[in-house]
C-alpha cells in the first residue's frame, strides 16, 4: 500500500518547510510514503525549499493556475505515480500532521473512500466570529447541496482512495473543497469527517482575501455545480417561480376585470404573459440540459476507464 501526501503550493517559500518538517513518513497500514508538492507556478524559492526538504516528487505549472487546477494535477501526478491513498494538505502548515493517521483510518477501514478533516472552529481565535458563522453557513449549504453530513465543508485536509480520485472532476478555478464534495454526494462516493486539529496561522490566508468575496465566489461555486449535477431540479425550479409569478399577475388581472376596473391593468397582462414564456422557455432548457448531463455522466465514465487503465498501467510496470 503506497500513501502520497500532496500539497499545492504557490509562493510558500516561508511556510512551505515548516509543513513539510512535521509531514510523517511511516503511517500505520502502509509500505511506502511519499510527499508531492505541486508548485503553481511560483516565483520564489518554493521549489528549492521542497527540494532541500526531501520531497519525492514535484510538478509544476509554467504559470498560476490556481487551487483547484493545483488539487486536479496533484492527483493526477499521485495517481500515475500508483497511490493507493492520497492525502491532501495545505502549505501553511494549517492543519496538523500528526492526524494523518486518523485521517486515512476510513479508508483502510473500508469505511469510506473520502475523509474530511474536521477543524474545531469553534475554539480556532485566528477565526472571527464571522467567519466562524460563515463557516458553519457554507458547510451546511453544502450538506444540503450534497446530501451529505460533511461539518466542515471548507477543510482542505482531507484523504481519498484512488478510486475516489479517479472519479472527481473540477471545474472550478476558485477552489476544490465545495465542489468535491457536493460530487462526491451526487456519485454516492462514501464519505466521512473524522475531528483533526490546526496549528497556529503562519500567514494570512490567500483563498479568503475578504469575507464578500469569499461569500460571493462560494455562493456562486454552489450554484454552478447545482446546476451541473442537478440541472433538471435547477432549471425547474427557475421555470415554476417564473409561471407561478406570471398566473399570480394573471390572476391579478383577472380580479380587476371581473371588479369592473381591468383597463387600468392592461400591464399586468403583458407582465403575466412575458414571464409566463420566460417560465416555459426555462422549462425546455431543464429537459434540454438533462440531456447534456447524461452526456456528461458517459464522459465521465470514460474518463474514470482511461485513468483506470492507467494506473493498471502503472502497477504492472512496478510489479515487473
Known amino acids: 500500500m503506497k500513501l502520497i501526501i500532496q500539497i499545492p503550493c504557490f509562493n510558500e517559500e516561508g511556510t512551505l518547510a515548516f509543513a513539510l518538517q512535521d509531514l510523517p513518513r511511516d503511517v500505520p497500514g ?3 510514503v511519499e510527499w508531492l508538492v505541486i508548485d503553481d507556478g511560483s516565483t520564489d524559492k518554493t521549489v528549492e525549499v521542497a527540494r532541500e526538504s526531501g520531497v519525492d516528487h514535484i510538478v509544476s505549472h509554467t504559470g498560476n493556475k490556481g487551487l483547484a487546477r493545483g488539487f486536479m494535477t496533484g492527483l493526477a501526478a499521485c495517481l500515475k505515480l500508483g497511490a493507493d491513498v492520497i492525502v491532501n494538505t495545505d502549505a501553511d502548515n494549517q492543519y496538523c500532521a ?20 474536521e477543524r474545531p472552529i469553534a475554539d480556532i481565535e485566528q477565526f472571527s466570529p464571522i467567519k466562524k458563522m460563515l463557516q458553519k453557513l457554507g458547510s451546511w449549504v453544502v450538506r444540503a447541496a450534497s446530501n451529505t453530513d460533511v461539518p466542515d465543508a471548507p477543510s482542505g485536509f482531507r484523504a481519498m482512495s484512488r478510486d ?157
Not at 102 to 111: F, M, N, Q, Y
Not at 263 to 274: E, I, M, P, T
Open 164 to 320: 475516489a480520485a479517479m472519479r472527481l472532476n473540477v471545474f472550478s478555478e476558485y477552489t476544490y473543497t465545495l465542489e468535491t464534495i457536493i460530487q462526491a454526494g451526487h456519485k454516492d462516493i462514501a464519505m466521512t469527517s473524522v475531528p483533526v486539529r490546526v496549528n497556529e496561522d503562519l500567514r494570512p490566508s490567500r483563498l479568503v482575501r475578504s469575507i464578500s468575496s469569499y461569500v460571493r465566489r462560494s455562493i456562486l461555486t454552489i450554484v454552478r455545480i447545482f446546476a451541473i449535477y442537478r440541472p433538471f431540479e435547477f432549471f425547474m425550479s427557475v421555470a415554476a417561480v417564473l409561471m407561478s409569478l406570471g398566473v399570480l399577475l394573471g390572476l391579478r388581472f383577472c380580479y380587476y376585470y371581473l371588479s369592473g376596473g381591468g383597463g387600468g391593468h392592461v400591464q399586468s397582462v403583458v407582465l403575466a404573459g412575458v414571464l409566463m414564456g420566460m417560465g416555459f422557455q426555462t422549462g425546455l432548457i431543464a429537459f434540454v440540459a438533462d440531456l447534456i448531463s447524461t452526456n456528461r455522466k458517459l464522459l465521465e465514465q470514460i474518463s474514470y476507464q482511461q485513468r483506470m487503465d492507467v494506473c493498471g498501467a502503472k502497477q504492472s510496470e512496478d510489479a515487473s
Open 30 to 32: 502502509f509500505n511506502d
Open 98 to 117: 500528526a492526524d494523518i493517521p486518523d485521517l486515512v483510518r476510513p479508508i483502510l477501514d473500508g469505511s469510506a473512500d473520502i475523509v474530511v478533516g
